[in-house]
């Protein structure tokens, strides 16, 4: 039976873009896959402790030898890796935030990197790969090629590296200029806005179509 993880990282509620992105995927994903069943994970909500000197280093140390504290964070880390494993579709909604990624995500990928459970300790072979792994992303400027903060969304250039090691590979749909519809500085922008918002739910409703033959 397909199985779905749908993760979402934004702080800002109903008033998100990529939660309105990953919930349209959940919905098209649960009408190709009725039998299908779900995992939901709200990192916006409810995020994962940071690393920290107490608990960080438990991926480093032999399970025998862990603190309480490591053995609670690799305990938990155990939990995040399960539930990729048990996917074979993850999605993650991923908004840009000072030009990075909320800290939330960053934090979900320290607990993805673990020698052991999601990465061959021998060969550092990735054993998370072969699933499916879709970003909705969103950011409230635009940041392509020739437009003045090109390259400066590191969010979407940091993901792939930072799943690298555990075989992920992830694929993008991306929403921008999301705040021109608030920002009086950025009005002439809004039809850009709306069209790529709108391509975005295109390639969303576009990603289980059967192929036509």
């Known amino acids: 039976m397909a199985h779905l993880l749908h993760i979402d990282s934004s702080i800002q509620g109903d008033a998100s873009v990529s939660r309105r992105l990953s919930a349209r995927a959940a ?8 039998e299908g069943t779900v995992t939901y994970r709200d990192l916006g909500a409810d995020p994962l402790p940071h690393h920290d000197a107490a608990s960080g280093l438990a991926a480093q140390v032999p399970p025998e030898q862990h603190t309480p504290e490591q053995a609670a964070v690799w305990a938990r880390t155990a939990e995040i890796v399960e539930e990729v494993k048990a996917a074979d579709t993850v999605l993650l909604g991923l908004p840009l935030y000072n030009f990075g990624p909320p800290s939330s995500v960053k934090t979900w990928v320290d607990h993805l990197i673990a020698p052991g459970l999601s990465i061959d300790p021998e060969t550092y ?9 879709v970003v909705l992303a969103s950011r409230g400027g635009g940041y392509g090629d020739g437009t ?33 519809a608030v920002r009086p500085a950025m009005a002439d922008l809004v039809p850009l806005a709306e069209e790529s918002l709108a391509a975005a739910e295109r390639a969303i409703d576009e990603l289980w179509v059967p192929a036509r033959v």
């Open 27 to 34: 919905a098209a994903w649960r009408s190709a896959h009725p």
């Open 125 to 133: 072979t990735g054993l998370l790969g072969g699933r499916e792994f």
């Open 148 to 180: 003045p903060r090109a390259g400066w969304d590191h969010a979407q250039q940091w993901l792939p590296h930072g799943v690298s090691l555990t075989g992920l590979e992830p694929r993008f749909i991306t929403a921008e200029l999301t705040l021109a």
